[in-house]
């Protein structure tokens, strides 16, 4: 067992090095483009973007199928079984499906973008939104060979292309409209042309370096049958989250004012800057826990789970207290004094985050066994639960309103699928090893905090700082509490492999207090 969650630890680390890295470029380069544009344009220009955005993405997620999920999922499927035709099967299926779906919805969203702009009593979102259609084919297509990258543990076309060269474009194309004068709908066109030679470069690479070649048979019925139906609940568990993540957004734009939803998609971001971590430890754990599956190694899987929730817990724990704490200070900070008004919205939201990180991979884990009928229940009560909320709490409290019912919805479908996850297979998060430092160090920064507030004022330049010295309270509590495990330095020889750095002065210190 131990070689086994040794191997697959050190492929997801060393998977996770890559990605966070490219993430954080990514994140940067968004940041970028995003600080440009909302300085740039006004406030209510930014609102129309914001909702243009969401609704792209909605048709996108829809477009997808649930494809790209499950194409992952089978191709390490069948891989782990040495079945090369039906992985060809899996690939050449995957990009059927979803060019139809999305050409399709492309064409859809074209033809109500008057009627989804009256909806909103926003005339001005439906130029956008007609532009925005173009991009659907190019956006899917370019997710659906990514997801197929993903599936060979691949994680370079991740990082190149779907968190740098697509960043890059973007902020190339702004340059250009800046040449010619900054306008609402160059920033749209620019998005455009970003999407488009993205996928371009995607494709070309594609072509060089997917296995589609060959004598066997990938036109395959009965495999796109069985992907179509193991990614149709998967669908409507996107569908469905996506009611969880945009609804607050989309109620907003018809109960308020596209300053409002301005003010609401400033908090956001920052918000899910927490969650950067989890996705890139998680990038690579979903093929890898496929494969162990296959060969129904379930207490390998148990104890990958507590090691990576561990670790993703680590590595979001001081940045989700400085956003949590000092959220004035961050949003004056990116988006200028205007945005500091969404303070209260992104506390509120940021913790929702923090809780889903808290819980560890319980979505993945149930994708890669096959139990997407579980992720669908649970995604239909929470996406249930945050409507409500929402058309309770909107009216009367705006962007508090639509940020409470989101975090409320965020810890109750983590805590429906952490359940069933445990009552499943008996994988569960909550470890003395994650306990114990995190209470410890939790405590002692809320006391530091409370004690020191009324004697200093904050302001960004001491952020980083804030930073350290939370990452070295929390590395403190781990070793005092002894909460290390032998996988830990399996993990740490994994970053220090990929990264070429020596760390075997800080792999020393740390056996002693195993």
């Not at 639960?385 to 929402?390: D, E, S």
Request: glycine residues 6%; aromatic residues 12%; contains cysteine.
């Amino acid at each position: 067992m131990a070689e086994i969650v040794n191997e697959s630890l050190f492929k997801v680390a060393k998977g996770a090095t890559i990605v966070l890295l490219g993430t954080f470029i990514g994140m940067l380069l968004t940041f970028i483009g995003k600080v440009i544009i909302i300085r740039y344009i006004t406030q209510s220009e930014y609102g129309i973007l914001s909702l243009a955005l969401v609704l792209l993405n909605i048709f996108v997620i829809v477009s997808a199928m649930g494809v790209q999920e499950g194409s992952t999922r089978y191709i390490a499927h069948f891989r782990a079984k040495g079945d090369r035709s039906k992985v060809k099967g899996v690939i050449v299926s995957s990009i059927q499906i979803t060019l139809l779906s999305s050409v399709f919805l492309a064409i859809l969203l074209f033809l109500a973008s008057d009627f989804i702009s009256n909806f909103f009593h926003t005339t001005e979102l439906s130029t956008p939104l007609k532009i925005f259609s173009i991009c659907i084919p190019f956006t899917t297509l370019t997710g659906t060979f990514l997801s197929l990258f993903r599936g060979f543990d691949r994680v370079d076309a991740k990082v190149y292309f779907g968190d740098i060269l697509g960043n890059l474009f973007f902020l190339l194309s702004l340059g250009i409209v800046f040449l010619f004068g900054l306008s609402f709908l160059g920033v749209i066109y620019a998005n455009l042309a970003a999407i488009i030679l993205t996928f371009i470069v995607v494709v070309i690479y594609a072509v060089k370096e997917l296995p589609i070649k060959g004598t066997e048979t990938v036109n395959n019925p009965i495999v796109r049958k069985e992907l179509l139906l193991f990614s149709i609940p998967l669908l409507a568990t996107m569908m469905l989250g996506m009611i969880l993540a945009w609804t607050d957004t989309l109620m907003l734009g018809y109960f308020k004012t596209p300053i409002a939803v301005a003010l609401y998609n400033g908090a956001i971001p920052i918000a899910k800057l927490i969650v950067v971590p989890s996705a890139s430890m998680l990038f690579l754990y979903t093929p890898i826990t496929s494969q162990l599956y296959s060969q129904n190694l379930m207490p390998e899987i148990k104890r990958n789970y507590a090691i990576l929730t561990k670790w993703i817990f680590t590595a979001t724990l001081p940045a989700f207290l400085i956003i949590f704490l000092f959220p004035d200070t961050v949003l004056e900070f990116f988006f200028g004094s205007n945005y500091v008004q969404a303070s209260i919205a992104l506390k509120i939201v940021v913790f929702g985050f923090f809780i889903h990180t808290f819980f560890g991979p319980n979505g993945a884990t149930l994708i890669a066994m096959g139990k997407v009928r579980v992720l669908m229940w649970a995604a239909l009560f929470s996406a249930i639960l945050n409507l409500v909320l929402n058309l309770s709490l909107i009216p009367p409290l705006g962007i508090t309103g639509a940020a409470t019912s989101s975090a409320v919805a965020i810890c109750a479908v983590n805590i429906l699928m952490a359940a069933k996850l445990f009552r499943l297979s008996g994988v569960h998060s909550f470890t003395k090893t994650l306990l114990k430092p995190g209470i410890t160090s939790i405590t002692i920064i809320f006391m530091f905090y409370m004690l020191s507030k009324d004697l200093l004022t904050v302001t960004f330049w001491m952020l980083p700082l804030l930073f350290i010295l939370f990452n070295v309270i929390y590395a403190l509590s781990l070793l005092l509490t002894k909460s290390l495990d032998n996988e830990d330095i399996v993990i740490l020889l994994a970053i220090e492999k990929k990264m070429g750095i020596n760390l075997k002065r800080i792999k020393k210190i740390l056996k002693k207090f195993m």
